[in-house]
């Protein structure tokens, strides 16, 4: 634990050096020369966006797509059907990231499955871009919505919905003024997944996307650049961005849901 | 609740439709590992065993398997180790900072992977000196299995009550006889499923790995290397197969080994209420 939290002290610290641009070497001098690359640069800036935006774009998609799976397995399903579908659901969360990722990239190829069954209509696949990248991690990061919305709908009784119907409101009603507040904490829960993860990943947009996202931007200055401290100080990007996400997700109530 | 039929349907059909969209790139692999072609088109022109084969005779597919299972080993022990005496601290003992220790362990898979890889990386190479090696790669997946140790322990802790502990000092065992005789079985099933999970999640991690292994490849990392490669495609397809047998038999496993499955796998973890995710 030590070790965790030194490492993570001597990556903020590393924030703040600088890289000497003629000899390549990490120089330990304090300054926020890199932050200033990473506002004043529009390159960067734009990658920040995007990668904001996609997150939020998937949170969305999740949160329509889980919500009547959730609402079937907490309401309507028996309850020998309602944990059978739990660990249906939970098992691809489990099953190889990298493999699934992959899988993505044969079914979107040129030859792949998406071509063959669109070509009838004559649309052609999204090929590799932002579109895959959103499609992809909506497809990964799934189930992290799924689970505590399903969660949450658990926890609300079934006697405060029947109260809503004997009160005269009608189904739809009782959606709107019962069941969606109750349960919105639970999604902000499964957002702050959905969120965090899709902001730090760098391998799916690698693998489907040709468009850079932040931990792109990281990945290429650790390896190949060499440029320690700029990375230090893009990757702090996702962090903060977290760190005000979880402040805003705490006032909602979502702690109480995970 | 009360619904009507339509609307019964309705729900009985999307959650149909989300169960296939969550496991069709699963199928898709699956089939294409009996492709009996190496190009990867749609749809396939014959059915073949011929890529386990090969796969099964490929060197460096054997030596990243066999470092992915040390590699998990190592972590699992690791966690299993700290995990437990974490949760203990937690669950048994009231000190300083107690509140603190549940948000530490959490951390490592909150923040990004590549935030904790970046970490480690520097900290190993430009702080400690050390070359990367098998060892680092074990320190490094330890970091976020201590969590699923240490929550499945937490959980099982606090369901279950001091009173026999008590008892069992009360009649004269010494505690190492109560920690063997009284809490330990207690404990088993909750150590079984969380060492399990951490396996699994050992198993499949990319991230951390690519910033703390040196030249041993761990299986996930293979398949990174060979995406590029064409040719090798077809034995990647196996090995994905494989891959994906062998992550998700442990939580299987796991998820029977504790009363609620969604408790002890879930993002989450266990019944601690903390912002806990695999690493992906």
Known sequence: ?258 | MQLSRGARWGLRVATGLVLAFLYAPIVVIAIYAFNDRRTQQWPLEGVSTQWFDKAFHNQGVRDALWTSVQAGLGATAIALVLGTLAAFAVARYDFFGRESVSFLVVLPIALPGIVTGMALNSTFTEVLGVDLTLFTVIVGHATFCIVVVYNNAVARLRRTSTSFEEASADLGAHSWQTFRHVTFPQLRSALVAGALLAFALSFDEVIVTTFTAGDGETLPIWILDNLSRPNNLPVVNVVGVVVILLSIIPVYIATRLTSDPVQSAAPGGGGDKVAAAPVP
């Not at chain 1, 799934?142 to 005269?168: F, H, K, T």
């Not at chain 1, 904490?185 to 489907?208: E, H, K, M, N, R």
């Open chain 1, 1 to 258: 634990m030590v070790a965790y939290l030194g490492s993570l002290a001597v990556l903020f610290v590393a924030a703040f050096w600088q890289l000497d641009t003629f000899t390549g070497q990490i120089v330990h001098e304090y300054s926020f020369s890199n932050f200033q690359t990473l506002w004043e640069n529009d390159v960067y800036r734009q990658i920040v966006l995007r990668t904001v935006g996609i997150a939020a774009a998937v949170t969305v998609t999740d949160a329509i797509i889980a919500f009547p799976i959730a609402f079937y397995m907490a309401k309507v399903a028996s309850p020998r059907a309602r944990a059978a579908l739990a660990v249906a659901v939970l098992m691809p969360l489990w099953a190889s990231y990298l493999v699934k990722v992959y899988a993505w990239r044969t079914i979107l190829a040129e030859d792949g499955i998406l071509n063959w069954l669109l070509d009838p209509f004559g649309i052609s696949r999204p090929g590799k871009g932002v579109i895959a990248t959103w499609l992809v991690f909506s497809y990964l990061w799934l189930p992290y919505m799924i689970l505590p919305i399903y969660a949450g709908l658990e926890r609300i009784p079934n006697s405060l919905v029947d109260a809503s119907g004997d009160l005269g409101g009608r189904p739809g009603m009782t959606f709107r003024r019962v069941i969606l507040p109750l349960a919105f904490p639970a999604v902000v829960a499964g957002s702050i997944f959905t969120f965090s993860l899709t902001l730090g990943d760098y391998i799916t947009p690698q693998l489907v996307s040709s468009k850079q996202f932040i931990g792109n931007v990281v990945y290429a200055n650790v390896g190949v650049a060499n440029n320690l401290p700029l990375a230090a100080a893009f990757a702090t990007v996702p962090v903060v961005v977290m760190v005000l996400y979880l402040l805003v997700a705490r006032r909602l109530g979502a702690f109480e849901q995970l």
